[in-house]
């Protein structure tokens, strides 16, 4: 089945514990992107991938970092988590960056005490 | 300034009307898409609709139709027959084409705040 996973789905850690969310797809998708949906703003982009070796900062990349050693893996680092990090986490592929749809993972949702 | 404006927070329809969600954009580039999602209360983000710029004709997929209108700047998406199941948020969303000097907003999806939809029985 194609799907872009995540995990874990949900996680409650506390301040300064990294953490990393991963995400996988099985689509043999060129674009990944990351995205947090906050109450009122919708979601906004973390980072996105155009494709291997190749990322880029999106709207609120502060606190976070990404890698794209595979073409199928996009993993979300906290490197030291702050209670404003809490959030829903969203990752997301699609064939290229234009005019595809993209295909979202189930969400990880993560709360920082 | 906001990219995406969904003015509408919620809405509510009787089941079997239609309903329509307002989404207006700015953009100064040509090339550009536009979506919508939806959001059950499961959270899943599912993918309903598409509109290129470029699109003469209003796209349609069953139920869904968007009502693109490039001029004002507007593309809102018409719900025909309303059912409990499309109770749900839902989400405009705009990926702009590859005019911007620095690439940087190249593939990058801007979404709006979204509406919560309410179908009554």
């Known amino acids: 089945e194609a799907q872009v996973t995540q995990n874990p789905r949900y996680l409650i850690t506390v301040t300064g514990k990294k953490l990393t969310v991963t995400c996988s797809q099985n689509?043999?998708?060129?674009?990944m992107s990351w995205y947090r949906q906050d109450p009122g703003l919708g979601l906004r982009q973390i980072y996105y991938?155009?494709?291997?070796?190749?990322?880029d900062k999106g709207d609120v990349p502060e606190g976070y970092k990404v890698s794209r050693k595979e073409k199928r893996n996009f993993p979300l680092i906290l490197e030291s988590p702050s209670p404003n990090q809490t959030s829903l986490y969203f990752c997301?592929?699609?064939?290229?960056?234009?005019?595809?749809?993209?295909?979202f993972g189930p969400g990880t949702r993560l709360t920082v005490t | 300034a906001q990219k995406i404006t969904q003015t509408q927070p919620g809405m509510f329809v009787q089941e079997k009307e239609a309903v329509t969600l307002d989404c207006t954009y700015d953009?100064?580039?040509?090339?550009?898409?536009l979506f919508w999602y939806k959001q059950p209360s499961s959270g899943e983000m599912i993918f309903l609709i598409y509109?290129?710029?470029?699109?003469?004709q209003n796209a349609t997929e069953g139920r869904y139709s968007l009502n693109f209108q490039k001029a004002r700047k507007s593309a809102n998406l018409v719900i025909s027959a309303s059912q409990l199941g499309d109770s749900a948020m839902y989400f405009c969303?705009?990926?702009?084409?590859?005019?911007?000097?620095?690439?940087?907003?190249?593939?990058?999806?801007?979404f709006g705040q979204g509406t919560i939809l309410t179908v009554h029985p």
């Open positions: 991938s155009m494709n291997v070796e190749v990322t």
């Open positions: 689509m043999n998708h060129e674009y």
């Open positions: 969303a705009m990926r702009e084409g590859d005019s911007n000097a620095g690439g940087t907003s190249y593939g990058k999806l801007t």
């Open positions: 509109q290129g710029s470029y699109d003469e």
């Open positions: 997301a592929s699609s064939p290229s960056p234009y005019p595809y749809e993209q295909y």
């Open positions: 953009t100064s580039d040509q090339s550009y898409g």
